[in-house]
T-cell receptor, first 112, second 112 residues
Framework: QKEVEQDPGPLSVPEGAIVSLNCTYS??????FMWYRQYSRKGPELLMY????GNKEDGRFTAQVDKSSKYISLFIRDSQPSDSATYLC????????????FGKGITLSVRP | DGGITQSPKYLFRKEGQNVTLSCEQNLNHDAMYWYRQDPGQGLRLIYYSQIVNDFQKGDIAEGYSVSREKKESFPLTVTSAQKNPTAFYLCASETGGTDTQYFGPGTRLTVL
């Protein structure tokens, strides 16, 4: 079992839809969770950052962490064509020499 | 304007040649990272450096080398020993203790 699994996609939705992107993980020591957005031929940009379990909201984006189920989600409300990108989940244990473990990414297309 | 710069954006190399990718940051971050991104494989860690004059191998270091002589700079050399160097290379830096990495725009290397 890979350490981080992400739905492979691609995913296509109409404009205005609610999008749910998910990752599961196997390492129960992970406690820092991130979502990155990557536009085509660009570097990833940090979208959301959460520590431990719970929800975090930023505008149309909500990140959710369920450590008991080893499951994280990113919800996008009122999706826009500008949200079309690849979304990568990432997580880490934290502490000295901690490194990020990334999901493979899912490509989202929002149709006008 | 703070950020991470990578150059060049596109790089073409003949087989058997070494090539060096540049990464510079003015964010005053201690840690810097090099990743390789291939379609469908997510981000794979090549090398990382937590402090000047020190660096560690990541998951796929074979055929690559790095140096960290200055805090701001972390160049990556792709040597002729790297069997399949055509990929998108991403540099990142991190503010201490948060595992929050910020990425540069990437360099696309193509071996002819």
């Amino acid at each position: 079992q890979k350490e981080v699994e992400q739905d492979p996609g691609p995913l296509s939705v109409p404009e205005g839809a609610i999008v749910s992107l998910n990752c599961t993980y196997s390492n129960s020591a992970f406690q820092y969770f991130m979502w990155y957005r990557q536009y085509s031929r660009k570097g990833p940009e940090l979208l959301m950052y959460t520590y431990s379990s719970g929800n975090k909201e930023d505008g149309r984006f909500t990140a959710q962490v369920d450590k008991s189920s080893k499951y994280i989600s990113l919800f996008i409300r009122d999706s826009q064509p500008s949200d079309s990108a690849t979304y990568l989940c990432a997580m880490s244990v934290g502490g000295a020499n901690s490194k990020l473990t990334f999901g493979k990414g899912i490509t989202l297309s929002v149709r006008p | 304007d703070g950020g991470i710069t990578q150059s060049p954006k596109y790089l073409f190399r003949k087989e058997g040649q070494n090539v060096t990718l540049s990464c510079e940051q003015n964010l005053n971050h201690d840690a810097m990272y090099w990743y390789r991104q291939d379609p469908g494989q997510g981000l794979r860690l090549i090398y990382y450096s937590q402090i000047v004059n020190d660096f560690q191998k990541g998951d796929i270091a074979e055929g690559y080398s790095v140096s960290r002589e200055k805090k701001e700079s972390f160049p990556l050399t792709v040597t002729s020993a790297q069997k399949n160097p055509t990929a998108f290379y991403l540099c990142a830096s991190e503010t201490g203790g948060t595992d929050t990495q910020y990425f540069g725009p990437g360099t696309r290397l193509t071996v002819l």
